[in-house]
C-alpha cells in the first residue's frame, strides 16, 4: 500500500521540478549521434535536449550548497554557477570563434528571461490566482533595483557599438559568425567589462549584506529543501559539470551545419534555441512558484537571472575572449540586438513598477518576445 502515494509523488515530482531528468536519455543519444557522424540537425537537437538534465542537475546541487553556507557564500555560489551552462556553451563557441553566436545567446538568454519566462510566471500565476484576487504581488523595491541593474548594464554594454557607429564603422551583420574590429573597440569593451564586473561586486553587498533582507524574504528560503550533504551536492555538481562540458561540445560543434541544415541562421539559432536550453529548467521553476502565488521568488529567478548574465556572464566572456579563439569579442551588438535588448528591458521595468502583476501583463510580455523571435527568424 506504501508504493501508491510514494508514486503519485514520484510522478507530481517528475510532472513538476523533475520534468528536465525525463531528457536524461537525450545525453546517450546526443554522444552516439556524435561518435557515428549523424545529420548535424539530429545531432543538434538532441545534444540541445541533453543540456538540459545536467544543467538542472548543476541548478539544484548550487541551491542545496548555498543553503548549507549561509547568505554570504551562498550568494557567490549563485554567482558562479547559476548561469554556468551557459557559460559553459558560450566558453566551447568562443574558442571556436562564434562570435556572434555567443553575443546573440547571452542578449537571448535576458531577453527570454524578462520576456518570455516573465511572461509565462505572470500568465500562469495570474490564471491560478485570478479567480480570487484578480492581482499578484511582489516586492517592488527589489524588483526596481534589478530592473535598474539590468537597465544600466544594458546601457553599458550597448556602448561599444555607439562607439564604432560614432567612428564611422558597421555593426556586425547578423549572418557573419565574427568580425574583427580595431583595437580601440576592443579595448572599450574591456574596459566596460571590468566596469560591470565590478558593479556586480557591488550588488551582490548590496543584496547579500546590506539589504539582505529586501531580497531574502523568509518565505523564499526553503524554494526546494532536499537536506543534500555538501559532499554529495559537490560531487554532483562536478559531474553535472561535466556532463555540460561535453554537450556542450556537441553542441557547439553541430552549429553551423545544423544551420545550413534546416536554413535558419546561426544568430537565430543562439538568440532563440541555445539562450531557452540554457536555462529551460530554472525557466520551469520560475513559472511553477509562480502558479503557487509566489512572485517575488518569480521575479528573482527572472530579472536576477538576466542581471546576472548582462553584470557577470557577459563581462567574464569578453574578458575570456583574450586568451581564447583566433580574437578578442568586442562587444558590438548587431542592429537587431541593439533593439531588442533595451525594448525587453524598459518594457520589464515598466511592468514590474508597480508591485503587483496580471495575466493580461503577461500575455503582452510574450507577445514581444514573439514579435522579437519573428524579426529575428526574419534577419
Do not use: C
Request: charged share 10%; glycine share 12%; proline share 4%.
Amino acid at each position: 500500500m506504501s508504493g501508491g502515494p510514494q508514486r503519485s509523488g514520484l510522478r507530481a515530482y517528475l510532472l513538476g521540478e523533475g520534468w528536465p531528468y525525463l531528457l536524461t536519455p537525450f545525453i546517450v543519444v546526443a554522444v552516439v549521434l556524435e561518435v557515428v557522424h549523424g545529420p548535424a540537425v539530429a545531432v543538434f537537437g538532441a545534444s540541445a535536449l541533453g543540456v538540459i538534465p545536467p544543467a538542472a542537475l548543476m541548478g539544484r546541487a548550487t541551491e542545496e550548497l548555498a543553503d548549507r553556507s549561509g547568505p554570504g557564500i551562498g550568494g557567490l555560489l549563485n554567482v558562479t554557477f547559476g548561469n554556468a551552462p551557459e557559460l559553459i556553451i558560450a566558453l566551447f563557441a568562443l574558442a571556436r570563434g562564434l562570435h556572434e553566436v555567443v553575443k546573440a545567446t547571452l542578449v537571448g538568454s535576458i531577453l527570454g528571461n524578462v520576456l518570455l519566462v516573465l511572461g509565462a510566471a505572470m500568465v500562469w500565476g495570474g490564471l491560478r490566482e485570478g479567480r480570487s484576487r484578480g492581482r499578484q504581488h511582489f516586492n517592488r523595491s527589489a524588483a526596481n533595483a534589478q530592473s535598474a541593474m539590468l537597465l544600466l548594464a544594458a546601457a553599458a554594454l550597448t556602448m561599444p557599438a555607439v562607439f564604432q557607429l560614432v567612428e564611422g564603422g558597421a555593426l556586425p551583420n547578423p549572418g557573419s559568425e565574427r568580425t574583427d574590429f580595431v583595437s580601440a573597440v576592443d579595448a572599450l569593451s574591456l574596459v566596460v567589462a571590468a566596469i560591470l564586473i565590478v558593479s556586480y561586486g557591488f550588488g551582490l553587498l548590496f543584496s547579500l549584506r546590506t539589504h539582505r533582507d529586501l531580497f531574502n524574504p523568509p518565505e523564499d528560503t526553503d524554494r526546494r529543501g532536499g537536506g543534500w550533504s555538501v559532499r554529495r551536492s559537490a560531487m554532483l555538481l562536478a559531474l553535472a559539470g561535466l556532463v555540460v562540458g561535453v554537450m556542450s561540445e556537441i553542441l557547439v560543434g553541430s552549429i553551423s551545419d545544423a544551420a545550413k541544415s534546416v536554413g535558419l541562421s546561426e544568430f537565430f539559432i543562439g538568440a532563440v534555441i541555445v539562450a531557452i536550453v540554457g536555462n529551460a529548467a530554472e525557466h520551469w521553476v520560475a513559472v511553477l512558484v509562480a502558479g503557487k502565488d509566489r512572485m517575488d521568488l518569480a521575479i528573482n529567478i527572472a530579472i536576477g537571472s538576466s542581471a546576472q548574465v548582462a553584470l557577470f556572464v557577459a563581462p567574464v566572456l569578453v574578458l575570456a575572449s583574450f586568451v581564447l579563439g583566433p580574437f578578442p569579442m568586442a562587444f558590438v551588438l548587431n542592429g537587431f540586438e541593439l533593439a531588442a535588448i533595451f525594448l525587453a528591458v524598459v518594457i520589464a521595468t515598466h511592468v514590474t513598477n508597480e508591485g503587483e502583476s496580471t495575466w493580461f501583463e503577461g500575455v503582452q510580455l510574450l507577445a514581444v518576445y514573439l514579435v522579437l523571435v519573428a524579426a529575428f527568424w526574419a534577419a
